[in-house]
């Protein structure tokens, strides 16, 4: 067990030091003959300044502690178990030579001994896939240069840095994505075989799969055949307008030939899973939405025999998140959001799927036993982080397995709250609500707004813990409103192309429910929200005066400058019409704006631009319906952060970001002045 930091009184969410001191679990694999299962856990370091992830052991059978298998300084990621038990992962740590290496793959014997690199490339390696019947693999890297060739790609990259050049010519979109630049280099395929790890044979080199591919491969997700011959990816094609799309690609990893598989104009496809028997590939199929139709998610089938494709769950209205494959290769395991949880769903023979686990969680990183009798995942809810657990397919029984670290105790309890929309569609929201809250007791209300805004609330967070507030005596809730995920299609087209309309009524009627609450103070309240969230918060700043402050993180302000300055300006512009835009941008209602506001974002944001951010700021001083006195006072606030992106996750800045908000919701909520950090200056 990891050496845990002595807390202070109370639960971990009481400080903001001990909330940053607790480990964060992820990134679950199981080994092919089902004896081991490897997470990995970042911990925070010794400067407190940022997060290193280690892999951790955990007993499939719930009964030893979990073991740690990997202490590099500069932590490991992406494990993968090889076809005899080895386990790869990649890190950036230096070798026993102490030679600095871009992020590079590494393997752990299974039977003991030091972890050694097995191949690296200057670009950098990433996207680790190990087959489970040979000792195959495929990796990604950056590449420069017009030939694709290591060497050219080696010598520019030296040319770059030593002269200081960070120049990049685009002759195509999109040129970002999220926090960071596209470019110059461009994602490569790249196949190995393993050597013998007991003789420290390492892999001498890897054949590039795909010569020149362009940006095909920027955000790809690709699976590898249980033996290792081929590749099935996404493929990004070029559309007109600036648009992209993409596409099934099948890839030889012998010799790199290339065979289109699915090819649908109407629609993207990803997240293909090859059977086992490699007869058959499962992949989602997004379409394209329209300014009058919202996408669906659905799930396919295609056979490599018949070259055909079948719907896997014809009538299902939902929205498969993850995929595996039964091991007889009779039916698919699946996750998909469903009423503010995310459960494991088993699918046979083109029936609707039926569910398994019947509990208040969310299910991440399944992986399927080799005998078919059980699940091993990742399961969280607002009342738990993630950890790891084993679920009996039969009965749905769930095993908790031991962690590096038990889950936290909290400083509230979760329940549920439900009402009826204006068009009497019900609509539902957690609530947090702190200990000793009583109708003797009401305490204050945050409404928190989801981001996506094609998600929902039914996951643990570690960047929006509603637990910070609930320690500091708030009732937290988080609700679902039209556009969520879990509750139908047609729930999710009440608020398409119609931001303004259906999210906002339903937020304001479960407001409404939850305010009637006893144990609720209808007095003091506010509302915060990031990204869609922060959106809807700029929205109901100009719709209502109900609440005391507003927070809005990263947030949309006004939707025709927006529109086109977004990182993915193509597919916001498939709903997002010059009429949508003048409907539901909330810049419009500026001057109706008569609540306190902090405005918080970072310049890095590529999603949501910080001009949105600046241009929010300057008119809320100088035309909102609370703008600056004649001396430049103002009641509002702007957190802005010039190295942070649409998440704020240096932890000391995650920090600030908390010990602003709750300053700020104190001052307008409560009415109590909470001293800012002196570390602002």
Same mark, same amino acid.
């Given at each position: 067990?990891? #050496?845990?930091?002595?807390?202070?009184?109370?639960?971990?969410?009481?400080d903001l030091?001990?909330?940053?001191?607790?480990?964060?679990l992820?990134?679950?694999?199981?080994?092919?003959?089902g004896?081991?299962?490897v997470?990995?856990?970042?911990?925070?370091d010794?400067? +407190? %300044?940022k997060?290193?992830? #280690?892999?951790?052991?955990?007993?499939?059978?719930?009964?030893?502690a979990?073991?740690r298998? %990997?202490?590099?300084? $500069?932590?490991?990621?992406?494990?993968?178990? /090889?076809?005899?038990?080895?386990?790869?992962?990649t890190?950036?740590?230096p070798?026993?030579?102490?030679?600095?290496?871009?992020?590079?793959?590494?393997?752990?014997?299974?039977?003991?001994?030091?972890?050694a690199?097995?191949a690296?490339?200057?670009?950098?390696?990433?996207?680790v896939?190990?087959?489970?019947?040979?000792?195959?693999?495929?990796?990604?890297?950056?590449?420069?240069?017009?030939?694709?060739?290591?060497?050219?790609?080696?010598?520019?990259?030296?040319e770059?840095?030593?002269?200081?050049v960070?120049a990049i010519?685009?002759?195509?979109y999109?040129?970002?994505?999220?926090?960071?630049?596209?470019?110059?280099?461009?994602?490569h395929l790249?196949?190995g /075989?393993?050597?013998?790890?007991? !003789?420290?044979?390492?892999?001498?080199?890897?054949?590039d799969?795909?010569?020149?591919?362009?940006?095909?491969?920027?955000e790809?997700?690709?699976?590898?055949?249980?033996?290792?011959?081929?590749?099935v990816?996404?493929?990004t094609v070029?559309?007109?307008? +600036?648009?992209?799309?993409?596409?099934?690609v099948?890839?030889?990893?012998? $010799?790199?030939?290339?065979?289109?598989l699915?090819?649908?104009?109407?629609?993207?496809?990803?997240?293909?899973?090859?059977?086992?028997?490699?007869?058959?590939?499962?992949?989602?199929?997004?379409s394209?939405?329209?300014?009058?139709?919202?996408?669906?998610?659905?799930?396919?089938?295609?056979?490599?025999? /018949?070259?055909?494709?079948a719907?896997?769950?014809?009538?299902?209205?939902?929205?498969?998140?993850?995929?595996?494959?039964?091991?007889d290769?009779s039916?698919?395991?699946?996750?998909?959001?469903?009423?503010?949880?995310?459960?494991?769903?088993?699918?046979?023979?083109?029936?609707?799927?039926?569910?398994?686990?019947?509990?208040?969680?969310?299910?991440?990183?399944?992986?399927?036993?080799?005998?078919?009798?059980?699940?091993?995942?990742?399961?969280a809810?607002?009342?738990?982080?993630p950890?790891p657990?084993?679920?009996?397919?039969?009965?749905?029984a769930?095993?908790?397995?031991?962690?590096? !670290?038990?889950?936290?105790?909290?400083?509230? /309890?979760?329940t549920?709250?439900?009402?009826a929309?204006?068009?009497?569609v019900?609509?539902?929201?957690?609530?947090?609500?702190?200990?000793? +809250?009583?109708a003797?007791?009401?305490?204050?209300?945050?409404?928190?707004?989801?981001?996506?805004?094609?998600?929902?609330?039914?996951?643990?967070?570690?960047?929006?813990?509603?637990?910070l507030?609930?320690?500091?005596?708030y009732?937290?809730l988080?609700p679902?409103p039209?556009?969520?995920?879990?509750?139908?299609?047609?729930f999710?087209?009440?608020?398409? =192309?119609?931001? =303004?309309?259906a999210?906002?009524?339903d937020?304001?009627?479960?407001?409404?429910?939850?305010?009637?609450?006893?144990?609720?103070?209808?007095?003091?309240?506010?509302?915060?929200?990031?990204?869609?969230?922060?959106?809807?918060?700029?929205?109901?700043?100009?719709? %209502?005066?109900?609440?005391?402050?507003?927070?809005?993180h990263?947030s949309?302000?006004?939707?025709?400058?927006?529109?086109p300055?977004?990182?993915?300006?193509?597919?916001? !512009?498939r709903?997002?019409?010059?009429?949508? #835009?003048?409907?539901?941008?909330p810049?419009?209602?500026?001057?109706?704006?008569v609540?306190?506001?902090?405005?918080?974002?970072?310049?890095?944001?590529?999603?949501?631009?910080v001009g949105?951010?600046?241009r929010?700021w300057?008119?809320?001083?100088?035309?909102?319906?609370?703008?600056?006195?004649?001396?430049?006072? %103002?009641?509002?606030?702007?957190?802005?952060?010039?190295?942070?992106?649409?998440?704020?996750?240096?932890? !000391?800045?995650?920090?600030?970001?908390y010990?602003?908000?709750?300053?700020?919701?104190?001052?307008?909520?409560?009415?109590?002045?909470?001293?800012?950090?002196e570390?602002?200056?």
């Amino acid at each position: 067990m990891t #050496a845990i930091p002595e807390l202070h009184a109370g639960t971990p969410f009481d400080d903001l030091d001990d909330y940053l001191t607790l480990g964060r679990l992820g990134g679950l694999v199981l080994s092919p003959d089902g004896r081991r299962v490897v997470v990995a856990q970042s911990t925070l370091d010794a400067k +407190a %300044t940022k997060y290193v992830t #280690a892999l951790w052991e955990i007993d499939p059978t719930g009964e030893r502690a979990a073991r740690r298998l %990997t202490r590099g300084r $500069t932590g490991e990621t992406n494990p993968a178990f /090889t076809s005899n038990g080895d386990l790869l992962f990649t890190s950036s740590r230096p070798t026993q030579d102490e030679e600095e290496l871009p992020e590079s793959l590494w393997r752990l014997p299974v039977g003991g001994g030091e972890a050694a690199v097995i191949a690296h490339r200057s670009g950098g390696i990433t996207g680790v896939r190990a087959a489970r019947c040979a000792p195959r693999f495929v990796v990604t890297t950056g590449v420069l240069g017009r030939s694709g060739e290591k060497d050219e790609d080696e010598r520019l990259r030296a040319e770059r840095k030593d002269k200081k050049v960070s120049a990049i010519l685009h002759s195509g979109y999109p040129i970002r994505y999220w926090d960071h630049d596209l470019g110059p280099d461009v994602p490569h395929l790249l196949s190995g /075989t393993l050597g013998d790890a007991s !003789q420290d044979e390492a892999v001498t080199d890897l054949v590039d799969l795909t010569s020149m591919p362009g940006p095909a491969l920027r955000e790809a997700n690709y699976a590898l055949s249980e033996d290792g011959t081929f590749v099935v990816t996404s493929w990004t094609v070029p559309g007109p307008t +600036a648009s992209i799309r993409t596409i099934l690609v099948r890839i030889d990893t012998e $010799t790199g030939n290339r065979t289109t598989l699915v090819d649908d104009p109407a629609a993207d496809l990803s997240n293909p899973v090859i059977s086992p028997s490699g007869e058959y590939v499962v992949f989602s199929r997004e379409s394209h939405a329209t300014p009058d139709g919202a996408p669906r998610f659905t799930l396919h089938r295609y056979s490599f025999e /018949t070259r055909t494709v079948a719907d896997v769950a014809p009538g299902w209205d939902r929205w498969a998140t993850s995929v595996q494959w039964l091991p007889d290769g009779s039916g698919l395991v699946l996750t998909a959001d469903d009423h503010g949880r995310a459960p494991l769903f088993v699918v046979r023979g083109g029936a609707e799927p039926t569910r398994v686990t019947t509990d208040d969680y969310a299910y991440t990183d399944i992986h399927v036993a080799p005998d078919g009798s059980a699940v091993f995942a990742l399961r969280a809810s607002y009342a738990a982080p993630p950890h790891p657990v084993r679920v009996d397919l039969a009965t749905g029984a769930v095993t908790v397995l031991q962690a590096p !670290q038990d889950s936290p105790e909290l400083p509230g /309890t979760l329940t549920e709250v439900e009402t009826a929309a204006d068009d009497g569609v019900p609509v539902r929201a957690w609530l947090a609500l702190p200990n000793g +809250a009583s109708a003797h007791a009401p305490v204050p209300l945050v409404l928190w707004v989801h981001g996506g805004p094609l998600g929902s609330w039914n996951t643990w967070s570690w960047r929006w813990n509603p637990w910070l507030l609930v320690a500091r005596g708030y009732a937290v809730l988080l609700p679902d409103p039209a556009l969520s995920t879990g509750y139908g299609q047609e729930f999710v087209q009440r608020g398409w =192309g119609q931001w =303004g309309k259906a999210p906002f009524t339903d937020l304001m009627a479960i407001t409404d429910a939850a305010v009637a609450l006893p144990e609720i103070d209808d007095k003091r309240t506010a509302a915060m929200g990031g990204s869609f969230g922060g959106y809807m918060a700029n929205w109901i700043a100009g719709h %209502t005066d109900r609440f005391q402050a507003i927070v809005t993180h990263a947030s949309l302000w006004a939707l025709d400058q927006f529109g086109p300055t977004t990182d993915a300006a193509w597919y916001w !512009q498939r709903e997002m019409t010059p009429e949508m #835009a003048v409907e539901n941008s909330p810049h419009l209602y500026v001057a109706d704006i008569v609540t306190p506001m902090l405005v918080i974002h970072g310049d890095k944001d590529f999603r949501v631009p910080v001009g949105d951010g600046l241009r929010l700021w300057y008119e809320l001083l100088s035309e909102s319906g609370l703008p600056a006195d004649d001396e430049g006072r %103002t009641a509002h606030r702007f957190l802005y952060f010039p190295d942070e992106n649409h998440w704020i996750l240096s932890p !000391q800045n995650a920090k600030i970001w908390y010990q602003v908000v709750l300053s700020f919701l104190s001052e307008h909520v409560l009415g109590e002045e909470a001293p800012l950090p002196e570390i602002l200056g």
